[in-house]
């Protein structure tokens, strides 16, 4: 199981926030690219970077982005307000290895299909997060009416190579995984899903390996040192 941690990216500098919320914004790094280069030194083969900004319709931090894949030798997956054919194209040409689709995949299945004909499935990532298992778009402002696992199904016929899914409602808080709606999850697709969410410590680790997850990505608990990121690994690959 791959772990990797978040970095993500808000007025240029790397924080965590609690439900979505930028009003919760903790900045970590002024820079984003030590966070990255401290969690690729502890051992990670990927990071998780989100354009938060981006996300939420205040600019982009693409510069940024770019330099940081550039800069560290880990797999770098790129997501947050990505909503175009060639802008998902750029950043997979400057070098990132998956590109994550999320409000406009839903909005509109057809760019998944068209971005899996450009780079392949196997870079391709569709994110879903959901509250009550209804997923949440544009920066997670808004609910809408679709299932959580029938659209999974519907990114999987579109060509998507992976799903990563947070739950909404436990992101930023420690109150653990949501191990239910990820389990059936996982049942609902035969393409890889990837946990986030409300990830403690490390029997939240053990318990998605144990439900056939193939990845998790691990925010505000790498930073606030209540897990270790090469334990994490550790019990990720056991």
């Avoid at 209804?134 to 659209?151: C, I, S």
């Avoid at 029997?203 to 925010?219: H, M, T």
Wanted: one cysteine or more.
């Amino acid at each position: 199981m791959l772990v990797m941690p978040s970095v993500d990216i808000l007025a240029g500098k790397c924080v965590r926030l609690t439900k979505g919320s930028p009003d919760t914004a903790k900045v970590y790094y002024k820079n984003p690219i030590d966070a990255a280069l401290r969690w690729q030194n502890e051992g990670a083969e990927a990071i998780h970077v989100i354009d938060l900004d981006a996300a939420l319709g205040l600019g982009d931090n693409l510069d940024i982005i770019t330099n940081l894949i550039k800069t560290v030798n880990a797999k770098v997956e790129v997501g947050g307000g990505i909503r175009s054919l060639d802008k998902a194209v750029e950043l997979y040409s400057q070098g990132a290895e998956r590109v994550i689709l999320g409000s406009e995949a839903v909005k509109n299945p057809e760019i998944v299909s068209d971005l899996a004909q450009k780079i392949g499935s196997n870079h391709l990532m569709v994110s879903l997060d959901y509250k009550k298992d209804k997923v949440a778009v544009e920066g997670w402002k808004k609910v809408t009416r679709y299932n959580l696992f029938q659209m999974a199904s519907t990114m999987e016929r579109s060509g998507a190579g992976w799903i990563l899914s947070t739950s909404v409602s436990r992101d930023g808080t420690f109150k653990g995984v949501d191990l239910k709606t990820i389990e059936k999850l996982v049942q609902s697709v035969k393409i890889r899903v990837v946990a986030s969410g409300g990830v403690r410590n490390l029997d939240d680790i053990l318990n998605l390996k144990k439900i056939g997850v193939s990845g998790v990505v691990i925010g505000k608990a790498f930073f606030e040192g209540t897990i270790d990121l090469k334990e994490a690994i550790k019990m990720g690959t056991k």
